[in-house]
């Protein structure tokens, strides 16, 4: 039976009628989104996913899983403060700290609520942020969560931070980077901003998503290549669900600072603990690693390999940009990818800039000769069908 609706506004419309012009304009620029589930044998080489090191079907990683879930079950039950800190979570963080160089660790459910947490937490209606125009979409929403001015500056810029910094008001500041980008690839500044944040008595967030397990001293990190892990003035934080193929976040920072988001950041307090299993994978990767320190070496020379089959300079990360323009042309591409056996990622606003829509490869450890053939085929028939008229 249809649903009468009682009207009683002057204006008698669903509350739900602005929906469908919405999508409709969304399609007409190219930018409406769908889920693809994908199955678990799937054929197609997968290029748009972000297990860097392949260690998300590792025997070793998923052993580190069940063994997980038999022990303890198959959800933390609770948030962190109540029944959902396990042994497992204490051992996490231990090795987390201790591989990453960092003097405590603290695990939260996803890199994203890691964001969330550290910037709500570290801020407030006396702080500036001073954020990077390119950062991920995590940080961004921290930063208006945060209830703190922000600025928010060109990307990769130590210059226009210093100027930001030098105008404030504010008792306090913190300035937010992303350590690899997560579109194009490239490395932040990171002496550079250090320099600019210890001249002015500021804190430097660095997200570590996808530079952890690719670059940095056997993986760990841009912060480790810099020299500056485990600084007093850093705090970083990473993700488990890309190089170490699991679930989950984690901020790493001076034990002072950890101590003060367990009372304070609300993605932790009210959240609940991360899932035993994802744990398990997370800690067995983290080992696989330690044991394995020439992993990263392979993800760069992997998208070393992908970037000359797609004709672009080989990035100094494991993502692999290929920027096409519209979003019809990158939507159309990556459609095209798939048809032939590649899956790639397919960038468009807001992800990045208007006419910077992309294909986005990621490079993986594992990719063997026979991948990267593959790969360089589809690209030269996918690349100059879209670039005829």
């Known amino acids: 039976m249809a649903t009468v609706w009682s009207v009683t506004s002057p204006h008698p419309v669903h509350p739900l009628a ?23 044998d799937e054929p197609l080489l997968d290029l748009a996913g972000n297990d860097y090191l392949g260690l998300a079907t590792d025997p070793r990683v998923i052993d580190g899983a069940v063994r997980a879930a038999r022990t303890w079950g198959a959800g933390a039950t609770g948030s962190r403060l109540v ?30 609520a890691a964001n969330l947490g550290v910037l709500t937490a570290l801020s407030g209606p006396d702080a500036l942020i001073v954020s990077d125009a390119a950062n991920h979409a995590s940080l961004v929403d921290a930063c208006r969560l945060s209830r703190a ?47 600019v944040c210890r001249g002015h008595g500021t804190l430097l967030v660095v997200d570590e998503a996808h530079g952890l397990g690719v670059v940095g001293p056997g993986g760990r990190g841009l912060l480790a290549e810099a020299g500056l892990a485990g600084a007093d003035d850093v705090v970083a934080t990473v ?20 101590a003060h988001l367990v009372d304070t950041a609300r993605s932790f ?90 294909l986005r490869l990621t490079a993986r450890a594992t990719l063997t000769e026979a991948d990267v053939a593959l790969v360089r085929g589809v690209l030269a028939e996918v690349l100059t069908l879209v670039a005829a008229p």
Request: with cysteine.
């Open 239 to 258: 993700t488990l669900s890309k190089a170490l193929g699991s679930q989950g976040g984690a901020v790493l920072a001076p034990a002072a600072v950890v």
């Open 18 to 40: 602005w929906l469908a012009p919405h999508a409709a304009r969304r399609r007409a620029a190219g930018l409406r989104r769908e889920l693809r589930p994908r199955a678990a």
């Open 149 to 195: 001015r922000v600025v928010v500056v060109p990307h990769d810029d130590p210059d226009a931070v210093d100027a930001a910094l030098a105008a404030r008001t504010e008792a306090r500041a913190l300035v937010v980077t992303e350590s690899v980008n997560s579109v194009d690839g490239g490395l932040a500044p990171l002496h550079a901003l250090h320099g």
């Open 83 to 112: 029944t959902g800190t396990t042994a497992l979570h204490a051992e996490l963080e231990a090795e987390l700290a201790a591989f990453t160089g960092a003097e405590a660790a603290l695990v939260f459910s996803s890199g994203y």
């Open 269 to 358: 307090i009210f959240d609940t603990g991360l899932a035993p299993a994802s744990a398990g994978a997370a800690l067995a990767a983290l080992r696989v690693l330690g044991d394995e320190p020439r992993r990263p070496d392979a993800v760069l020379r992997a998208a070393a390999a992908l970037a000359a089959a797609a004709g672009v300079p080989a990035p100094p990360s494991a993502v692999v940009a290929v920027v096409l323009g519209e979003p019809d042309v990158a939507v159309a591409a990556a459609r095209r990818c798939a048809e032939r056996g590649l899956r790639v990622g397919c960038f468009r606003p807001p992800s990045v800039p208007e006419g910077t829509s992309r």
